[in-house]
């Protein structure tokens, strides 16, 4: 039994600093950002005494003197006044009017004497003001992921869809989709021929055919993507041999745009198809082809009734591989892509660079999570029991 338990405790040494390693840099920045995506300390920190004061305001009845009370007493402490404009921004785009109401209401406190809200605006008598103020000073909100899909919660707390125009997260979300399934479709069709030619070798020429696949995977991804930004220019090499073999009198428009980018990232993510393909391939007979030839079948009759059936299970799993990893995309839309074929880890970047919105950030950077999660365990279930753990 002691042996036993020192075995265990030097397997658990040995591991250790790998689980330390994931708990640092994997967990703890997961953790982080899904918390920043539905928590909201700001407006507690801003207005504490309105944050205790509405805590059992049904929203529908008049705002008490409690309320009014605590809403004077935290207007009149010292606090930080880039938390305030930052809060009175987020008051505005809740309930228009916010900002001149709140300026004009904290010049009057700031004045000094006893104060009317009603006499210092009359706009402090609709209770769409009060009901902005009492949901931004709640710790949590699904604000952010509301607004990640184009909805947001009206004065009755209801949740509905933003005025056209006014958001384009859902858009951009299709389109990370819809560009997201050309490249999985594009490197179905180049990937499953691919594997066919290297399965069907032998020796050194499938070594040099499967190299060919892999060399990308030796590549930095910035330096392929900025090789695709060389070819695809008008006066680039793909336009030139176009050009001079008579396909076409004029450059194609190749870059900047859809197609670029679905050229570029099927060039980067075609191993991942070609290798669970080929190593299907691997594990069906030679003999099944010649066989249905022989029981007199044409070519294409027999890939689609035995060969393709079999290889199915590669062709899924090769799939949601390069969907996957096509979905988190950043590098090649932004460099090869134009201003309208970004993806959602742009507007990811934009949030959290630009903007410095870690909530929004954090909601969109879930959602990408949650669905890759989701993707995995297909993936996972798809597995011949035996690759399994």
Known sequence: MKRYLSESFRAWCLILPLVAFLAVFFVWPLFTMMKGSVSDPVGMQVFPAISAATVKWDRQSDPSVEMRDALLKDLRADTDQQLMGDM????????????????????????????????VDKRWSDIRFWQALADSTKPYTDRYFLAALDYKRNAAGEIEALPEGESVNKTILFRTLGVSLM???????????????????????????????????????LVRTAAWFVLLQDKGLINGALMWLGVTSAPVHLIFNKIGVVIAMTHVLLPFMVLPIYSVLLTIPRNLMPAAASLGAPPWRAFYRVLLPLAARGMVSGALLVFMAAIGYYITPALIGGAQDQMISSVIAYYAINSANWGMAGALGAILLVSTFLLYGIYNRLQPNEARP
Request: hydrophobic share 50%.
């Open 88 to 119: 009175v921004r987020r008051l505005n785009s809740a309930q228009p009017g916010f900002r001149t109401l709140m300026a004009r209401t904290i010049e009057a406190v700031k004045s000094g004497g006893d104060v009317d809200l009603a006499s």
């Open 183 to 221: 490249v999985t479709l594009a490197c179905v069709l180049l990937g499953l021929p691919y594997a066919m030619l290297a399965a069907s070798l032998d020796g050194w020429k499938r070594q040099l055919v499967l190299g060919a696949v892999l060399l990308p995977l030796w590549t930095s991804l």
